[in-house]
């Protein structure tokens, strides 16, 4: 199998064994400013040569984890965010003519939800719940060992479930979605607005060039400082009834939590955990685990990997 990780910076593929060995990896700069069709001459080109690195035939299939909403099997792309002039681009359509390869396309978190479920922590579960805490919020559900596409492949979009009807606005134009209060940019601004009051001196202090990040706020958590605990305890929470809902609706034997956020660990999780109960129905809770990404910056490589095997066995 081969896999590509679309990135709005860094295009990587890899030759993938059965048994998610990752080999033959080569990255190139997205180039995402020349356009999608030179962005597509770019993965097709970049397919081909770990093909023949790896000695794989034309017949090996091709996943491609694409940072926004994409048609699994025609590859139209709606938009993203990332990637400037893709609207409703026909990026099946444009890899032909440099790949005569089956490929199929998925967004990045329901790329890493299968990636989670075939080479992960999850491997072999059949009902997992995954979710990408980074810039945004995304996600992917497996369900009953087949990940939930929806009609349009569009499903998935875990970080827009509401746990605030009064909450902050959303980048995506509601109200009080998971990602206004987990994502790496709602961390921030928790913590822009802190650090401008007489309790954000050790945020002050991190931000050496005076920008305040979710990185700042971890630096200043891991000192135990008490207003960048209290910033993640909000979000860890926000993030448990997120959860909670995930819990009582899919009934997974595991959440998984990944992406950039994932790493500030124990004081974004712990909240998480201890909100739980409060959100999900006690026999389903029994039933799942909650367990942090194993698989680091390669999870969509290997989502992308799990595409190419069409579904979760
Ligand atoms: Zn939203």
Redesign the pocket.
């Known amino acids: 199998m081969l896999a590509v990780d679309l990135g709005g910076t860094n295009l990587r593929a890899a030759a993938v064994s059965e048994d998610g060995k990752l080999t033959h990896r080569k990255g190139v700069p997205t180039g995402a400013g020349d356009g999608p069709e030179a962005v597509a001459g770019r993965i097709a080109g970049l397919l081909e040569e770990v093909a023949a690195a790896a000695g794989l035939d034309a017949a090996a299939a091709a996943g491609v984890a694409v940072p926004g909403p994409v048609d699994p099997r025609s590859g139209e792309v709606a938009f993203t965010p990332n990637l400037p002039g893709w609207r409703d681009f026909q990026l099946g359509e444009a890899l032909r003519a440099g790949t005569a390869r089956a490929v199929r396309f998925g967004n990045d978190g329901n790329c890493a939800a299968l990636g989670e479920a075939r080479f992960g922590v999850g491997a072999g579960a059949r009902d997992l719940v995954y979710l990408a805490l980074g810039t945004g919020v995304g996600g992917g559900v497996i369900s009953g060992g087949r990940l939930v596409e929806g009609v349009g492949g569009l499903a998935g979009e875990l970080?827009?479930v509401v746990v605030a009807l009064d909450g902050p606005r959303?980048?995506?134009g509601?109200v009080g979605?998971l990602?206004?209060f987990a994502a790496g940019w709602a961390i921030a601004r928790d913590a822009t607005t802190v650090a401008a009051t007489a309790d954000g001196a050790a945020l002050r202090r991190h931000a050496a060039d005076g920008a305040i990040t979710a990185t700042i706020v971890a630096a200043a958590a891991a000192e135990g400082d008490p207003a960048a605990l209290a910033i993640l305890e909000r979000a860890g929470r926000a993030l448990g009834a997120a959860i909670g809902a995930f819990v009582n609706i899919f009934n997974p034997e595991l959440v998984v939590v990944g992406g950039g956020v994932a790493t500030l660990g124990d004081a974004l999780l712990g909240p998480a955990r201890r909100a739980l109960p409060s959100h999900a129905f006690p026999v389903q809770r029994a039933a799942t685990r909650l367990e942090r990404s194993a698989l680091g910056d390669d999870t969509a490589l290997y989502g992308a990997a799990a595409l190419a095997l069409a579904e979760v066995r």
């Open positions: 970080g827009h959303c980048t995506c509601s979605c990602e206004t």
